[in-house]
């Protein structure tokens, strides 16, 4: 069963980095799919952020590129989003998720979230 | 940017109806790039429909996609107490990008 697990400081500063790592297990992201992170506002609905092939290559949302920075180590199973100059606008919960890029495409396994505050 | 549009905004409806949500683009989209999720209070999505008609693994059959071009919908046939949850549409396009509707909430009546 593919489980992923986000992690990372649940409480940013303003116009510091926002950090998470997602843990991959039951599967090797090596073995291929897309990786990527979504995010939700407290509230409001979703909003894909970035995704990543296993060998590096990447795709962000243009509202969020000049900040965004996703990246993958296949040594330890995992991938990583870096979100810089954060502002309250950016709390939310920040989901990872298994993306298929295929002949169709959907997210189809999701860790459970973790919540990101931007507050002093 | 295809921007997607879903109604109604909430869906007040009994155990054992049909809900029927439309998920309305922009512009056309493939198909093969329209997707639903289900989600709960506190919980992650969860894919239900790939390719705006094929249920994903373990979603039972009341759940059914329908649409093409600009038009989709998602059709539960008989609510049951464990379907009332915000519902999203997804679509990937051009410029790699992914897009989700704002969701319609299923409540109960």
């Known amino acids: 069963q593919v489980q992923l697990q986000e992690s990372g400081p649940g409480l940013v500063k303003p116009s510091e980095t926002l950090s998470l790592t997602c843990a991959v297990s039951?599967?090797?992201?090596?073995?291929?799919?897309?990786w990527g992170w979504i995010r939700q506002p407290p509230g409001k609905g979703l909003e894909w952020i970035g995704s990543?092939?296993?060998?590096?290559?990447?795709y962000y949302n243009p509202s969020l590129k000049s900040r965004v920075t996703i990246s993958v180590d296949t040594s330890k199973n995992q991938f990583s989003l870096k979100l810089s100059s954060v502002t309250a606008a950016d709390t939310a919960v920040y989901y990872c998720?298994?993306?298929?890029?295929?002949?169709?495409?959907?997210?189809?396994?999701w860790g459970q979230g973790t919540l990101v505050t931007v507050s002093s | 940017e295809i921007v997607l549009t879903q109604s109604p905004g909430t869906l007040s409806l009994s155990p054992g109806e049909r809900a029927t949500l439309s998920c309305r683009a922009s512009?056309?989209?493939?198909?093969?790039?329209l997707a639903w999720y289900q989600q709960k209070p506190g919980q992650a999505p969860r894919l239900l429909i790939y390719?705006?008609?094929s249920r994903a693994t373990g979603i039972p059959d009341r759940f059914s996609g329908s649409g093409s071009g600009t038009d989709f919908t998602l059709t539960i046939s008989r609510l049951e107490p464990e379907d009332f949850a915000v519902y999203y549409c997804?679509?990937?396009?051009?410029?790699?990008?992914?897009?989700f509707g704002p969701g319609t909430k299923v409540d109960i009546k």
């Open positions: 390719g705006a008609s």
């Open positions: 039951g599967y090797s992201i090596s073995s291929g799919y897309y």
């Open positions: 512009q056309s989209v493939s198909s093969s790039y």
């Open positions: 998720a298994r993306l298929r890029m295929t002949t169709v495409t959907y997210f189809d396994y």
């Open positions: 997804q679509q990937y396009g051009s410029s790699l990008l992914f897009t």
């Open positions: 990543i092939y296993h060998s590096g290559s990447t």
